[in-house]
Antibody
Framework: QVQLVQSGAEVKKPGASVKVSCKAS????????INWVRQATGQGLEWMGW????????GSAQKFQGRVTMTRDTSISTAYMELSSLRSEDTAVYYC?????????????????WGQGTLVTVSS | QSVLTQPPSVSAAPGQKVTISCSGS????????VSWYQQLPGTAPKLLIY???KRPSAIPDRFSGSKSGTSATLGITGLQAGDEADYYC???????????FGGGTELTVL
């Protein structure tokens, strides 16, 4: 079955970076985009950005530009999201999610499935 | 402050129907597809509706979606205790060049 499995929880100090992995299985990795969405405790969903695993092209929300880097290793069907200059407000569960690649027009922007989530805690 | 506006909570009795609204603008819902997600406590979101009104094959037809102008609605019929969850709408926003979500609606089955 189609599945995204993420790396385990992380605890980081303010100013550090974190890199979360997302391993895909059950489908052709390069045929779908990977998006990243985060959720602080008790809060709603916040979209961070997308990556096309085939081309490596990426796009991110303005809030994260300059701080987020999305990469992939197609040989192991794994996507990565690295967030730098961490602050306490970055404490959240980070999800990867698969999305259809949009050939023309605005992104279709629907996500299925989602990874199980990775808790990133930023604390001194 | 979310770009898409949802009611914080809705409730209904088992077996009844409930609707959840999602209000946006011409730059998001008005010009792009809407999707809906169910998030059970402590779990990742799950896709319920995509492209305004389409259901993934595993989602029962008790769940439906519609869109009119700059608003969208999720409908759930035959409410069950297992439907208690948070529900989110999402869409692409042309002005922000970003995916935007509603703040989420907590469904309580009385």
């Amino acid at each position: 079955q189609v599945q995204l499995v993420q790396s385990g929880a992380e605890v980081k100090k303010p100013g550090a970076s974190v890199k979360v992995s997302c391993k895909a299985s059950g489908y052709t990795f390069t045929n779908y985009d990977i998006n990243w969405v985060r959720q602080a405790t008790g809060q709603g969903l916040e979209w961070m950005g997308w990556m096309n695993p085939n081309s490596g092209n990426t796009g991110s929300a303005q809030k994260f530009q300059g701080r987020v880097t999305m990469t992939r290793d197609t040989s192991i069907s794994t996507a990565y999201m690295e967030l730098s200059s961490l602050r306490s407000e970055d404490t959240a569960v980070y999800y990867c999610a698969r999305a259809p690649i949009t050939v023309a027009g605005p992104p279709l922007a629907w996500f299925d499935p989602w990874g199980q989530g990775t808790l990133v805690t930023v604390s001194s | 402050q979310s770009v898409l506006t949802q009611p914080p909570s809705v409730s209904a009795a088992p077996g009844q129907k409930v609707t959840i609204s999602c209000s946006g603008s011409s730059s998001n819902i008005g010009n792009n597809y809407v999707s809906w997600y169910q998030q059970l406590p402590g779990t990742a979101p799950k896709l319920l509706i995509y492209e305004n009104n389409k259901r993934p094959s595993a989602i029962p037809d008790r769940f439906s979606g519609s869109k009119s102008g700059t608003s969208a609605t999720l409908g759930i019929t035959g409410l069950q205790a297992g439907d208690e969850a948070d529900y989110y709408c999402g869409a692409w926003d042309d002005s922000l060049s970003a995916v935007v979500f509603g703040g989420g609606t907590e469904l309580t089955v009385l």
